[in-house]
């Protein structure tokens, strides 16, 4: 029998008989108790069982790692459809991916409710104890077509996806099998931690047109500690979801008469995005921006010349074209199909809401001649834009059809991009470290080496390249490059947070330009004399301040920083007779500039206090008797936690401190514990 070279991970090549699996490299080289559930074979996933012919490197894939779950997950949706059709003869499954944070599968069949997933998951496990293996087939696309006969969805993807005389593959565990390319789980055991969570409807393949399906959502984890551990932040998370608490706090609103995804701020999260804004525009006064306002429209022109019309068009709002053209058209007798085609070639025009900010801040560099000691030019909005979501994918605060970018365009010369892209980390770090996101990743998306897809001198870029690299290094956190995922015109740095219970967010990004300076034909006078173009730099540290407000929420889970709360004080009286002194309490507060709420009505304080703790106040603030006399108050926590006889004078100045340095959490009340 020929003899292969396998190279291991830590660069060991080993020998082994050709025809020797992955598994069992795996567990030659690691033992008995690896815990991979798949393999990496020169690169590419596959399975276990894969045998190996020729010289190769072998890696395996842990259930832990993110391969490695997807593989479970992908794995779990088959279980899923195997108990579905062992309970429901009739139903046919459709397509079963694993998606974010789990995995669901759309089958054609009777609607079902919540309360069939238990029968269904427990038919799961029973199968899964069976440990059946899971073994890959390969068949032609007739013999693929006699194995899928009874099912016109899985024909539909055989007659679409495969070309002809060509073939795939199933995966069979039992007698059950799915039309599938894998990888999958060695064996049905893998899949004991599984857990069905809900069920809805959806569209065969996402087309309204097309047949209603059964969605059911389920998650799966390595053991019975990952499980337990995801449903607990599951639950967290819906706590913590900024659609209810929102509600609750009274921080915005959504009403389908102004339309979906654009959101009302009403006073008390108006409140929040405001000090966000001051917050940020402190600090951007510091670094030497300038602050600019421009129009929420654009005409249909600069949008061609930025290039953001007609090819990104089926994103954002229709445009607006003028009324005596309409009319004239009209008329004419012009069909909206033609209207469209008209606008597209440019021989109407019209106007845009702006789904960027961008090409207004372009024209207001265009409006004067630049000389290089005009650079960097730091122009900062927080410009409203608009994009068209699909309205199922429009959600609370963070997939919205309006929003607000804290938007920045710097121009700059090439030499400067370095130093520009250091001061726009340096803002997002601010940031996160006021708002306690301290758990971070970067992303530095760069080139990808082999494409000509990129704009921009081949110089310039690894200029860019290398100071996005030396910024993000900088940060002291965990960076990563990924290699093409820079956007045609510049390289990027992308901010994720990781929240208090895990989960992943986008926010902020800095990307380097060199686009739309050739587009619009930007210049400068050099310190040669010669005429020069700039390059752009688009920075948004928040991204979105509808997007973010929404993450603060859940961030937070409605207890906010002192200096971010809507309103910091809530003063509750404890009978008429304190009326008096709760005003004077009030006014003192007010006059330095502590947002106050006074409730002297007749409810019980008890009353009172559960009331109030539903719009989460900094503190209550609670005066009685002892209070009025001594010209005192009595502070109350979120916890419940209180403390009394503190002077008015001095809470005033310990308040104002705590916001002023925007402490992470109200922390007047310190409660000694009892010896
Ligand atoms: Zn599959
Ligand atoms: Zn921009």
New binding site residues.
């Given amino acids: 029998m020929p003899l292969i070279n396998v190279t291991l991970p830590d660069g060991t090549v080993n020998e082994y008989a050709s025809g020797i699996t992955c598994a069992e490299v795996i567990t030659d080289a690691l033992g008995r108790k690896h815990g991979c559930l798949a393999a990496r074979v020169d690169g590419d996933e596959c399975d276990m069982s894969t045998p190996l012919e020729q010289n190769c490197s072998v890696e395996g894939i842990l259930s832990t790692s993110d391969e490695g779950i997807h593989i479970l997950r992908h794995s779990a949706a088959h279980l899923l459809a195997q108990a579905v059709t062992a309970l429901y003869p009739g139903a046919k499954p459709t397509i079963g991916p694993a998606i974010d944070r789990g995995f669901y599968y759309d089958f054609a069949m009777e609607a079902i409710t919540e309360s069939d997933l238990k029968p269904i998951q427990k038919k799961m496990q029973e199968l899964a104890r069976k440990n059946f293996t899971v073994e890959r087939v390969e068949l032609s696309e007739s013999e693929l077509q006699d194995h899928f006969a009874d099912n016109p969805y899985k024909l539909e993807i055989i007659n679409d996806k495969i070309e002809d005389g060509g073939g795939s593959t199933i995966y069979k565990q039992d007698e059950w099998y799915d039309l599938c390319l894998g990888p999958h789980v060695p064996n049905t055991s893998r899949l004991m931690h599984v857990k069905l969570t809900s069920v809805s409807s959806a569209y065969w393949r996402g087309d309204q047109d097309r047949e209603q399906l059964v969605r059911i959502y389920g998650i799966v984890e390595p053991s019975k500690e990952a499980l337990r551990a995801t449903l607990t932040r599951l639950e967290e998370a819906k706590k913590r979801d900024h659609r209810k608490l929102g509600k609750d706090l009274k921080l915005f609103h959504i009403d389908e008469e102004v339309g979906q995804g654009l959101i009302l701020w009403t006073p008390r999260g108006a409140v929040i995005r405001q000090e966000l804004q001051d917050f940020i525009s402190f600090h951007l006064r510091r670094q030497g921006y300038s602050q600019v306002f421009t129009p929420h429209v654009g005409k249909l022109d600069l949008y061609r010349t930025s290039g953001h019309f007609p090819y990104y068009q089926d994103s954002q709002y229709p445009p607006l074209v003028e009324r005596d053209l309409m009319k004239k058209l009209a008329d004419e007798g012009c069909t909206c199909g033609e209207l469209s085609n008209l606008m597209k070639l440019g021989d109407i025009d019209g106007y845009m809401l702006k789904p960027?900010?961008?090409p207004h801040h372009v024209k207001i560099y265009a409006s004067q001649q630049r000389s290089y000691r005009d650079l960097p030019l730091r122009l900062a909005e927080f410009g409203t834009v608009y994009r068209w979501e699909q309205s199922g994918e429009i959600s609370g605060l963070t997939r919205v059809r309006g929003f607000t970018q804290d938007?920045a365009?710097l121009f700059v010369t090439e030499d400067q991009i370095a130093q520009e892209v250091l001061g726009c980390i340096e803002l997002v770090q601010i940031i996160f470290e006021k708002l306690g996101m301290t758990d971070y990743r970067v992303r530095v998306g760069l080139r990808d080496a082999d494409s000509d897809k990129y704009v921009g001198e081949s110089e310039g870029w690894d200029k860019a390249e290398e100071a996005c690299r030396a910024a993000a290094q900088s940060l002291g956190v965990n960076w990563s490059e990924e290699q093409g995922e820079a956007a045609f015109y510049g390289p990027k740095i992308d901010f994720v947070v990781k929240d208090v219970i895990g989960r992943e967010w986008q926010l902020g990004t800095v990307q380097v330009d060199y686009n739309l300076p050739e587009r619009f034909g930007l210049e400068y006078k050099g310190s040669d004399g010669e005429i020069h173009r700039p390059v752009m730099i688009?920075r948004a540290p928040f991204g979105s301040m509808e997007r973010f407000c929404g993450v603060l929420i859940e961030h937070f889970a409605g207890k906010f920083p002192t200096w971010l709360t809507p309103t910091q004080v809530h003063i509750i009286t404890i009978s008429e007779k304190h009326k008096a002194y709760a005003s004077e309490v009030a006014e003192a507060l007010k006059a330095h500039e502590i947002r106050v709420l006074v409730d002297d009505g007749d409810d019980t304080v008890g009353k009172k206090i559960r009331n109030h703790r539903k719009l989460q106040p900094a503190y209550m603030v609670i005066v009685g008797d002892g209070e009025t006399e001594g010209r005192t108050v009595s502070l109350r926590a979120r916890n419940g936690d209180q403390i009394s006889g503190m002077g008015l004078d001095d809470f005033i100045v310990a308040i104002r401190e705590e916001i002023d340095t925007k402490v992470a959490q109200p922390s007047l009340v310190v409660v000694e514990p009892e010896e």
């Fill in positions: 960027m900010n961008c938007d365009h688009h």
